[in-house]
C-alpha cells in the first residue's frame, strides 16, 4: 500500500507539475499574443501615419502648383493702364483722320456724290 501511495504522491506531483507548466505556456502565449498584437496596432498607427503625411505632402505640392499657376498667369497678364489723353494737336490730328476717313468710306460707297 504505501507503494501505491508513493506512486499516487509522485503521479499527482508529475500532473501538479504538468499543470504548472501548462498554465505557464498558457500565460506565455498570452503575453506574446498581447504583444503582438500591440505591435500590430503600432504598425497600424505608423501606416496611418505614413499615409497622412503623403497626402498632407502632396496636398502641398498641389498648392504650391496652383500658386506658381496663378503667379505665371498674373505675370503673363500686362497690367493695363490707363492711356493718358489726347490733347492739342494730337487731339485735333485724330479728329481730322477720323473726319476724312469717314468723307472716303462714304463717297466710295455712294452715299456723297462728288
Do not use: C, W
Amino acid at each position: 500500500m504505501k507503494l501505491n501511495k508513493h506512486a499516487k504522491k509522485r503521479k499527482e506531483q508529475k500532473l501538479k507539475k504538468l499543470a504548472a507548466e501548462r498554465a505557464e505556456q498558457a500565460r506565455l502565449a498570452e503575453e506574446e499574443a498581447q504583444r503582438q498584437a500591440q505591435l500590430e496596432a503600432e504598425q497600424a498607427r505608423q501606416e496611418a501615419e505614413a499615409e497622412e503625411k503623403a497626402r498632407i505632402a502632396q496636398a502641398q505640392a498641389e498648392a504650391e502648383d496652383i500658386v506658381a499657376l496663378r503667379e505665371e498667369v498674373l505675370v503673363d497678364k500686362p497690367v493695363e493702364q490707363e492711356r493718358p489723353k489726347k490733347e492739342g494737336f494730337f487731339l485735333s490730328l485724330e479728329k481730322g483722320i477720323i473726319k476724312n476717313t469717314t468723307k472716303f468710306r462714304l463717297r466710295f460707297y455712294g452715299a456723297i456724290p462728288r
